[in-house]
C-alpha cells in the first residue's frame, strides 16, 4: 500500500524558516518524483515544487524560487522542502505526492502558519 | 503559464442526475496532460483521471473525462451523496504545472 506522511509543519513567524518531510513506503521510492503542493485556508490548490526520481531534477514555483530547496534521501525513501524566508503568504497546508505528472497517491498534509 | 479556469463555480444537482464540469485553458495543453482531482472537506486530494481520460485505480466508472487542446470536461454520469466534493483540473504538459480554482458539487 502506497502511503506518504508529511511533517514538519507549525507555527513560525515571518523572515522564519521550516523544513517540511515527507517519509513514503509502498512503491519503488527511487523511481519517482515528489511534488509539493500547498492549499491555503479556504482556497484551491498550488504547485509548490518537484523532484524526479533520482533528486537530479528539481523544480518550483515562481512563488517560492530562491526561499525553497527541495531534496531527497533515496535511501531514507523521504522528501525534504526546505522553507526559509517565509511571509505571510505561505500559510497553508503542504501536501506531498507521488509525481507522475499527475499526483496519483497523496499525503493527509501538514499545516504551516506563518505569524508573528 | 497556463491558466485553467473552471465553471461552473458550485454545481447543485438531485441524486441521480449527471454533472458536467468544465476546465478551460488559456493555452492548448501539450498531450492532453491533464488530471482531475477530487477533494472531500478536510481530506487530501484524490486522483480521479489522468491523460485527460484515463481513469485512476479504483475510480466508478461513473467518473469520465473529456477533451484536448483548450477544453476539458469531467462528467459524472449519475450522481451520488459521496460525489459532495470541490472538484480541480490540473494540467502537467508545461511548467509550472498549475491547477484550476476548483468546481463545489453539492447535493440539491
Known amino acids: 500500500e502506497v502511503q506518504l506522511v508529511e511533517s514538519g509543519g507549525g507555527l513560525v513567524q515571518p523572515g522564519g524558516s521550516l523544513r517540511l518531510s515527507c517519509a513514503a513506503s509502498g512503491f519503488i521510492f527511487s523511481n519517482y518524483g515528489i511534488m509539493w503542493v500547498r492549499q491555503a485556508p479556504g482556497a484551491g490548490l498550488h504547485w509548490v515544487s518537484g523532484?524526479?526520481?533520482?533528486?537530479?531534477?528539481?523544480y518550483y514555483a515562481d512563488s517560492v524560487k530562491g526561499r525553497f530547496t527541495i531534496s531527497r534521501d533515496n535511501s531514507k525513501n523521504t522528501v525534504h522542502l526546505q522553507m526559509n524566508s517565509l511571509r505571510a503568504e505561505d500559510t497553508a497546508v503542504y501536501y506531498c505526492a507521488k509525481w507522475d505528472g499527475y499526483g496519483d497517491f497523496w499525503g493527509q498534509g501538514t499545516l504551516v502558519t506563518v505569524s508573528s | 503559464e497556463i491558466v485553467l479556469t473552471q465553471s461552473p463555480g458550485t454545481l447543485s444537482l438531485s441524486p441521480g442526475e449527471r454533472a458536467t464540469l468544465s476546465c478551460r485553458a488559456s493555452q492548448s495543453v501539450s498531450s492532453s496532460y491533464l488530471a482531475w482531482y477530487q477533494q472531500k472537506p478536510g481530506q487530501a486530494p484524490r486522483l480521479l483521471i489522468y491523460?485527460?481520460?484515463s481513469r485512476a485505480a479504483g475510480i466508478p466508472d461513473r467518473f469520465s473525462g473529456s477533451g484536448s487542446g483548450t477544453d476539458f470536461t469531467l462528467t459524472i454520469s449519475r450522481l451520488e451523496p459521496e460525489d459532495i466534493a470541490v472538484y480541480f483540473c490540473?494540467?502537467?504538459?508545461?511548467?509550472?504545472?498549475?491547477f484550476g480554482q476548483g468546481t463545489k458539487v453539492e447535493i440539491k
Open positions: 491523460d485527460a481520460s
Open positions: 523532484i524526479s526520481g533520482s533528486g537530479g531534477s528539481t
Open positions: 490540473q494540467q502537467y504538459g508545461s511548467s509550472p504545472r498549475t
